[in-house]
T-cell receptor, first 107, second 116 residues
Framework: QQPVQSPQAVILREGEDAVINCSSS?????VHWYRQKHGEAPVFLMI?????EQKGHDKISASFNEKKQQSSLYLTASQLSYSGTYFC????????FGSGTKLNVKP | DTGVSQDPRHKITKRGQNVTFRCDPI?????LYWYRQTLGQGPEFLTY????????KSRLLSDRFSAERPKGSFSTLEIQRTEQGDSAMYLC??????????????FGPGTRLTVL
């Protein structure tokens, strides 16, 4: 029931783009994205509620394909502050987080 | 700052002892979640409350774990007869649930438990 994320880790240079994928074997009602920096609590990024919905703020956006039970997080022109572990989470009464994608942005 | 707070931030205990953690959610939030997180893994759902009612509990949660939210405000998580495998970060999150089941969770800083 835990969503599967890919890739497990990404190393980028500042200014490069990245895509993080999240898929589930169960029907998704919504997808949440969080970022967690080392030693800190997860911080909410965005929720996607509808099939095919896309959202974004600043240079981080996401899409949600309800039929395919998949979501993708897009990081454009990455900044050093984007470094951290990204988790997708799904909501079906119980809340399941993926195992995370570790993103390291280097100067 | 009126964010989610957790106490204590760190707890070291000996195997077999009981421990209790406290979580104070954002004041107007009616949902409260407990998670456990081990190194390199995502937060693992333990249980959640809507107001004072405990609505879901993970099957992973053994009988040694119990959580309460007696007045629909703060919550406590107790672990009895701790084992070394209980060592983890225990995270609390709160949210304001409306008519949809989906809501934004705000996390506290966590309580790091080490069982010797």
């Amino acid at each position: 029931q835990q969503p599967v994320q890919s890739p497990q880790a990404v190393i980028l240079r500042e200014g490069e783009d990245a895509v993080i994928n999240c898929s589930s074997s169960k029907a998704l009602y919504s997808v949440h994205w969080y970022r967690q920096k080392h030693g800190e609590a997860p911080v909410f990024l965005m929720i996607l509620l509808k099939g095919g919905e896309q959202k974004g703020h600043d240079k981080i956006s996401a899409s949600f394909n309800e039929k395919k039970q998949q979501s993708s997080l897009y990081l454009t022109a990455s900044q050093l502050s984007y470094s951290g572990t990204y988790f997708c989470g799904t909501d079906r009464n119980k809340f399941y987080f993926g195992s995370g994608t570790k993103l390291n942005v280097k100067p | 700052d009126t964010g989610v707070s957790q106490d204590p931030r760190h707890k070291i205990t000996k195997r077999g002892q009981n421990v209790t953690f406290r979580c104070d959610p954002i004041s107007e939030h009616n949902r409260l979640y407990w998670y456990r997180q081990t190194l390199g893994q995502g937060p693992e759902f333990l249980t959640y409350f809507q107001n004072e009612a405990q609505l879901e509990k993970s099957r992973l949660l053994s009988d040694r774990f119990s959580a309460e939210r007696p007045k629909g405000s703060f919550s406590t998580l107790e672990i009895q007869r701790t084992e070394q495998g209980d060592s983890a970060m225990y995270l609390c999150a709160s949210s304001l649930a409306g008519t949809s089941v989906t809501d934004t969770q705000y996390f506290g800083p966590g309580t790091r438990l080490t069982v010797l």
